[in-house]
């Protein structure tokens, strides 16, 4: 399938080993930034690292919205509405956003570990309510960290994929399959998003109590669990 997918804040580091690992599956993507110069930088250093499979580009992120139907957000929360206020008259109609955001204490100054309480139940579900008509909301990535995304090698990580839209949850749960070593797997509704999130709070907390790169691994359920269905 033919498809361009724009990774807005793609500069940063969660973002960044996104878009790596999709431009070395094949995909074709745009990084998304505030400023379309350090978009292009960070193309660039993903198409040296991905080398000449690599169909990568940057752009300013509403000419990243506009050019792309698979928009993933991975901005702070901080930024999070502002950017997709932005956003509103340039969406494409049918298009899919998939959330990574987690709303951590840290965007107000609190602890990395914890998350803030957001009004809609979840950064995901806030940003379901700012999209226009017509395009998709669909939580995932928040539980697999940028260190593990930005180094070599398959990931020792499953990404619960939540999404009240059933084939944009498909879709992007086959995208999120394109990561070596990631099993995809129906979270369910939107609104679950507040789980995955207050579960990245969970991770970053156990990733400095003990030193290390924690990730998730789902157990026990049937192969076709893991497969995509
Ligand atoms: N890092 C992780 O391991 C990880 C794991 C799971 C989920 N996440 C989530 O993914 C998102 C990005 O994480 P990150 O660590 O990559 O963050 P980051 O490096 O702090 O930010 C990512 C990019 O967002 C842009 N940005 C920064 N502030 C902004 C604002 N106020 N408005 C609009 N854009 C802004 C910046 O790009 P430009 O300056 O180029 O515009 C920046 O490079 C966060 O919501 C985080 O919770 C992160």
Not at 126 to 148: M, R, W, Y
Request: glycine share 12%; proline share 3%.
């Amino acid at each position: 399938m033919s498809r361009t997918i724009a990774v807005l804040g793609g500069t940063g580091a969660e973002g960044f080993g996104l878009a790596l690992r999709w431009a070395q599956a094949g995909e074709t993507v745009i990084i998304g930034s505030r400023d379309a110069k350090r978009a292009q930088e960070a193309a660039d250093k993903i198409k040296q690292r991905a080398g000449a499979i690599a169909k990568i580009s940057g752009m300013e992120n509403a000419a990243a919205c506009a050019a792309a139907e698979l928009l993933v957000l991975t901005v702070p929360f901080e930024g999070h509405a502002a950017l997709l206020k932005q956003l509103k008259p340039v969406f494409r109609s049918g298009s899919i956003v998939v959330d990574a955001t987690v709303p951590l204490a840290a965007s107000v100054g609190g602890r990395v570990s914890r998350t803030l309480g957001v009004w809609q139940g979840s950064a995901a579900q806030e940003t379901a309510e700012l999209v226009p008509d017509g395009v998709s909301v669909v939580a995932a990535f928040q539980n697999v960290g940028s260190e593990i995304l930005n180094a070599e090698g398959p990931i020792d990580c499953d990404v619960i994929v939540c999404s009240d839209d059933i084939e944009a949850g498909k879709t992007v749960r086959a995208l999120a399959a394109k990561i070596p070593g990631v099993r995809a797997i129906d979270g369910g509704k939107l609104e679950n998003a507040r789980i995955l999130e207050q579960i990245t709070a969970l991770l970053i907390g156990l990733s400095i109590r003990h030193k290390g790169h924690s990730g998730i691994r789902i157990t026990g359920l049937p192969p076709a669990a893991y497969t995509g269905g």
